[in-house]
């Protein structure tokens, strides 16, 4: 079984400096200067060029701001390149909260154009393996374990979650949910590729 840890995920960028590098890449991708688009999504043209330059931490409305100013999905912000499967813990996350800081939004995954998503609740008891044979090419499965502890993921190298935590995994190989406490529950979505 895989546990992936905060250990093995240090190499990657943070979380802001990700973000400021997305700002920058949609704001160059829309043709618009730091100036043009501060002004259009009505906020400070130095709070801008401090979040392109990872010192700043936007709130959600900041956020929303930018994206509407460039006719955007707020995700765009937060999207990371496709991985065959990825885990994101309870405490992790690109997270985004409001000014007053009472609601925190994270997003576990975006939505890809051409596919539908089919939303599941999951009652599952401990004792029996859930084995899934696989589904069409280009399935993707995200689950949001919201209670208890299960292993899931790829048959071959299933992954243990803990209450809170998120998993995605190309479901086109068998693939496993195995409820390690009673009650164990969690909410799947099935990402599936049209046509």
Request: net charge negative.
């Amino acid at each position: 079984m895989t546990d992936i840890t905060n250990d093995k995920l240090a190499i990657h960028l943070s979380r802001i400096d990700q973000l400021a590098l997305s700002i920058r890449r949609e704001r160059l991708a829309a043709g618009l200067s730091v100036t043009e688009l501060a002004k259009r999504a009505g906020v400070a043209k130095s709070t801008l060029s401090q979040l392109e330059s990872g010192l700043g931490n936007p709130s959600i409305e900041t956020l929303w701001a930018l994206a509407m100013a460039m006719g955007l999905q707020v995700t765009r912000f937060f999207e990371q390149p496709r991985q065959n499967t990825r885990v994101i813990r309870a405490n992790e996350g690109s997270t985004a909260y409001t000014e007053n800081g009472n609601y925190a939004a994270t997003l576990l995954a975006d939505c890809p154009a051409g596919v539908r998503r089919d939303i599941y609740r999951l009652e599952v008891q401990p004792g029996a393996l859930r084995q899934s044979l696989p589904h069409p090419p280009g399935t993707v499965e995200h689950v949001v374990l919201c209670s208890g502890s299960a292993n899931i993921g790829p048959a071959n190298e299933p992954v243990l979650l803990h209450a809170g935590d998120y998993i995605s995994y190309l479901a086109n190989a068998p693939h496993v949910f195995e409820a390690l406490e009673a009650d164990t529950t969690a909410v799947m979505v099935i990402e599936h590729p049209l046509g």
